[in-house]
């Protein structure tokens, strides 16, 4: 295999851990329980499948009649496009840039276009699997449903391979040019922010976009006017980016005189820009990353007094774990924004959700605003606690310290007092939460305090049990050995696992309320139900999670 | 005082012997180098000590107290530098200090003797409010090593210390370790610098293969004499020859 080759088998292995995973599951036959738990994941996500299939044929019927079917497949490829765009953006910045292993391939004997073709194979493996769920259905349904032949699955299959091309190209050739021109070295932090924030503001267009999309399901006319009409958002979006016309030309001409010249300049503008990528790689890969790790600011001594202020004297163990774990979360961009900026920012979108659109959201709200007593309360306490605990902070605790471990271990802070200081910086990034939440449900919503009040006891007793139970899920099996911090909690199996077992917990309470407010039992008693199983499901989970620590911590070897 | 009682450690469940029936003594006061060609067994060793792993038999004891029984309070006692320290990159040097010294609760006053003296030697002083991240390597390991003095701690551990640092600071470091043991201090560290050893250590043990194969002051390691010859470098290539 010649070099390069070897360089790309090398980065892919790497990155999606392949080799590892078999290693685990059948040579130590160790975490075989995910198998069933992966299984579980992808039933769930059935149901989701079946809206969307139903969906795509309902459109397909709705436009064969006009014989305007094909921009379902515009459609699909332009969602394709705009997903890879979206994400590509931080793939980009992040695998080009700021992952470790670069340090040690730019010395190796590579050419700078070699070194990002292998980054650019694993973005691109990523962006696949990213579009899976939303392109694939779309174009294996649409060939099913015009009984397409087999011209048609020879182009879909091209045309599927080649969709991330030309968007990530652009991306890339964006990215190299800006690191080159502008010295963005010694501010990555502060772009990594700005980027992410970029990506989290387009996500919610795209939430936008979908919401309005699937109200106007309802609406035959809006909907066929979405899909064929001159002025509707598709039609605009696609005469401004071409490829996917061209794209769709290819798949719906299947080998006719215009599907081939679809193919054929589809096909052909991916490649230039491929080349035009890999061109620019060559000239200013390197440069722009000359002097990545550096940081801003110039070093000066500290005078004598400023020294003698800055050190302190006699803080208890669990504060200085605590004023570590808060300075390194929030002075690392990537977990900054999973914590604190996640906490504030779920309540806005869906503040915004309920002003602009009409998707679920917005009744959800409605729903909660318009509630009197007990529905109130339930929604305003449930919405607190999903804004501020569904976020990777609690279940990634032990996992962002990563290689930093060791001073865990060797230092002599009981586990006991880690664990609580841990506790404490968690639970209090869900209590900002509650409070963005709360913010959200008072000045957009106008709830009164009466049933706050209540809600914000409900959710200070279940925030201990979401927190403790995200902690025990990380302390079992802790990802220490990342070299790059998004894995430590994008890429963190633990926060996705806890997610699951924080709705679980919020299913059973909630389904033993429902039951008892079958058997009659009346608003109060409810109240009091609810607040009495979560106190105890907050008190055992923090007394395993304790006992938990003092075991772990002895064993968890690095 | 360390003791270190026929202890045996293994990777990936038995396969990998890295330690093999270790039993040794390094008394107070004393220097102690620990030699052994790559792979021998050193880091191993010296994360037991430091409770990074566990024993898979056998016990360490550190002035009296088991590391299995006392944990908290041989931590306390001891301080570690690693081979490749990787430190909180996202704090400043002093924030780090800080840290380290409200858990090993050294008071206000002392800290920042030690602090400022320590940060003097190794000309850490302009750099200590800048993230360590934008530290050079030698400048991480000497923040490290400022953090591991910090508490002045009655055990020091250090693998490989002199790995990195410029002469000047090798040569302050020696000295450090050469005064802690005056205090009456313990000290273990392994390296690979052979007129190191020869120069600072009380006594010198040498592993090969997880088994110790000679252990002892200098003067009793050259009366093994097989003819190697009269350094230390001879002795060590002679006994770790295969
Ligand atoms: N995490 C690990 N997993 C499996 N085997 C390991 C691990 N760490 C060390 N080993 C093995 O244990 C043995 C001893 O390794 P150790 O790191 O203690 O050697 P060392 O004497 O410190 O070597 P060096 O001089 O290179 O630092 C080696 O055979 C090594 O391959
Ligand atoms: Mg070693």
């Not at chain 1, 699997?129 to 020879?154: C, D, E, H, N, R």
């Not at chain 1, 290689?403 to 006991?416: D, E, G």
């Not at chain 1, 609810?530 to 002895?554: I, N």
């Not at chain 2, 000295?175 to 005056?182: Q, V």
Request: proline share 4%.
């Amino acid at each position: 295999m010649s070099r390069l080759g070897s360089l790309l088998r090398a980065n892919l292995k790497s990155n999606f851990g392949v080799s590892v995973l078999v290693h685990r599951f059948f040579r130590e036959k160790k975490d075989r329980w995910y198998l069933p738990l992966v299984a579980l994941g992808v039933l769930g996500l059935l149901p989701a499948l079946y809206g969307y299939l139903r969906f795509i044929r309902f459109v397909f019927e709705l436009l064969q009649p006009l014989g305007q079917e094909r921009t379902l497949l515009t459609f699909a490829i332009l969602l394709g496009q705009f997903l890879v765009l979206i994400f590509g953006l931080y793939y980009v910045v992040s695998a080009f840039y700021f992952s470790r292993d670069l340090e040690m391939l730019i010395p190796l004997p590579f050419k700078p276009f070699e070194v990002m073709l292998s980054k650019f194979a694993v973005i691109l493996v990523n962006e696949y699997l990213t579009m899976i769920a939303f392109v694939v259905p779309v174009f294996v349904y649409y060939g099913i449903l015009s009984k397409a032949g087999p011209a048609y699955w020879i182009s879909a299959s091209i045309v599927y391979l080649l969709l991330p091309v030309i968007p990530l190209a652009l991306v890339s050739l964006l990215v190299v040019g800006m690191m080159r021109a502008v010295n963005f070295s010694r501010k990555k932090d502060l772009m990594i922010l700005v980027g992410s924030l970029v990506l989290v503001c387009a996500g919610m267009g795209l939430q936008f976009f979908i919401n309005r999309t699937a109200a106007a399901k309802v609406d035959y006319q809006a909907m066929t006017g979405f899909f064929t009409s001159p002025n509707s958002l598709l039609t605009k979006i696609g005469a401004g980016f071409p490829p996917a016309v061209w794209a769709t030309k290819a798949l719906a001409g299947a080998f006719g005189g215009e599907g081939l010249a679809g193919l054929g300049i589809y096909l052909g503008v991916s490649l230039l820009l491929f080349a035009g990528m890999l061109l620019a790689a060559q000239t200013l890969f390197y440069r722009g990353l000359i002097g990545i790790g550096e940081i801003s600011g110039r070093r000066k001594a500290l005078s004598r007094s400023e020294m003698s202020r800055r050190i302190e004297g006699g803080r208890h163990p669990v504060k200085a774990v605590l004023g570590r774990e808060w300075r390194i979360m929030n002075r690392t961009p990537i977990f900054l924004l999973n914590g604190v900026l996640t906490v504030i920012v779920i309540p806005l979108v869906f503040l915004l959700m309920a002003r602009v659109g009409t998707g679920n959201a917005t009744s959800f709200l409605r729903a909660i605003a318009a509630g009197t007593g007990l529905t109130g309360i339930l929604g305003a306490a449930a919405f607190m606690i999903v804004s501020g605990c569904l976020n990777g902070t609690a279940s990634s605790t032990f996992s962002r310290e990563g290689s930093q471990f060791w001073m865990s271990k060797v230092l002599p802070i009981a586990p006991r007092d880690q664990v609580i200081a841990k506790f404490i910086h968690s639970y209090g990034i869900a209590v900002l939460g509650f409070a963005a939440g709360t913010a959200v449900l008072v000045l957009g919503l106008g709830l009164k305090a009466g049933p706050l009040i209540v809600a914000w006891i409900l959710a200070l007793v279940a925030g201990v049990a979401l927190t403790a139970v995200g902690m025990i899920i990380d302390l079992a099996r802790p990802f220490l050995d990342w070299t790059n911090p998004q894995k430590a909690i994008k890429q963190n199996l633990n926060v996705l696992f806890a997610f699951f077992a924080d709705f679980g917990v919020l299913a059973i309470v909630g389904a033993l309320a429902y039951v008892l407010a079958k058997a009659g039992v009346g608003g109060r008693g409810l109240l009091a139900f609810l607040f009495a199983t979560l106190a105890l499901a907050s008190f055992v989970s923090v007394r395993y999670l304790l006992a938990f620590a003092e075991r772990r911590y002895r064993e968890i070897e690095i | 005082m360390i003791e270190i009682r026929h202890v045996s450690k293994s990777y990936n469940k038995g396969k990998v012997k890295a330690v093999d029936d270790l039993d040794l003594t390094v008394r107070p006061g004393e220097i102690f180098g620990f030699l052994g060609p790559n792979g021998a067994g050193k880091t191993t060793t010296i994360k037991m000590i430091v409770g990074l792993l566990k024993p898979d038999a056998g016990a360490i004891v550190l002035n009296g107290l088991d590391t299995r029984t006392d944990a908290l309070a041989c931590k306390a006692m001891t301080t570690y530098v690693p081979d490749y320290p990787a430190v909180y990159e996202r704090l400043t040097g002093l924030e780090y200090l800080n840290f380290i010294g409200d858990v090993y609760g050294v008071p206000k006053a002392a800290r920042l003797e030690r602090i400022e003296k320590w940060l003097e030697i190794f000309e850490l002083t302009s750099a200590v409010g800048s993230p360590i991240q934008s530290y050079s390597h030698g400048m991480k390991q000497k923040i490290v090593l400022t953090a591991a003095l910090l508490p002045a701690p009655r055990v020091m551990v250090l693998d490989e210390p002199m790995v990195g640092l410029d002469p000047r600071s090798a040569h302050h470091l020696k000295e450090i370790m050469r005064e802690h043991c005056d205090q009456g201090g313990t000290l273990f560290f392994s390296t690979h610098v052979m007129e190191v050893a020869e120069k600072l250590c009380d006594r010198i043990g040498i592993i090969s293969k997880g088994k110790l194969i000679a252990c002892g002051t200098m003067d009793e390691l050259k009366a093994l004499d097989r003819g190697a010859g009269p350094t230390l470098e001879n002795i060590f290539l002679e006994l770790t020859d295969k």
